[in-house]
């Protein structure tokens, strides 16, 4: 095979990955749902934890921050100058739902207990946050994002994506998103 024929070929490969990692999370149109009903949201009651299903219709009439991402050290600080901007503003809890998916189905071989501990201590801090373990990475095939990776994902009260962004966002990113969640509100 000549340099040329390899070269075309190479770029229908790349082109190719490219598109089989393009979300199907589009500004402006609603969120395909996404239903986890094995685990799914992790609740509190006093000491005690639980799971129950979960979905992403199940706040709606709210303004939605999700945050989807691999159990990883590495993809949890990439938004988490987002995340910590977000908490900072103290949104009324009443109209605005904070929810983590954790694809736990990413996670390092044997980690997925330290994993689910990590989230027990953080709903203790944050009890009125919505944490979702996502054990077959339904949301990975659902919403057509990448693996390994977090995603910013904003909905209006009526379930419509205001914003959505793979990856860590940036400083402008950040401002302009969180003005967006204050008109939203």
Known sequence: MDFTKKLVALSFFLIGCNTA???????????PELAIADRGELTMNGEEFAW???????????????QYLAPRLSTSKLNEPFIE???????????????????IDDAAFGS???????????KKLSPTDV?????????????????????IIVLDKAGSVAFFKEGALT?????????????LL
Not at 21 to 31: D, E, F, M, P, Y
Not at 112 to 122: A, N, Q
């Open 21 to 31: 990692h393009t979300a199907v999370i589009n500004a402006g149109s609603v969120i």
């Open 85 to 103: 901007a977000v908490k900072a503003r103290n949104f009324p809890r009443g109209k605005l739902a904070s929810i983590a998916i954790v694809n």
């Open 171 to 183: 400083p402008g990113e950040i401002a302009s998103t969180l003005k967006l969640i204050e008109s």
């Open 52 to 66: 129950q299903p979960w979905s992403t219709g199940k706040a709606l009439g709210k303004v939605q921050v999700i």
């Open 131 to 151: 944490m979702v373990v996502d054990e077959k990475g339904d949301g990975i095939k659902k919403w057509s994002l990448a693996k390994a990776n977090s995603a």
């Open 112 to 122: 997925s207990r330290l994993v689910i501990s990590g989230m027990k201590d953080s």
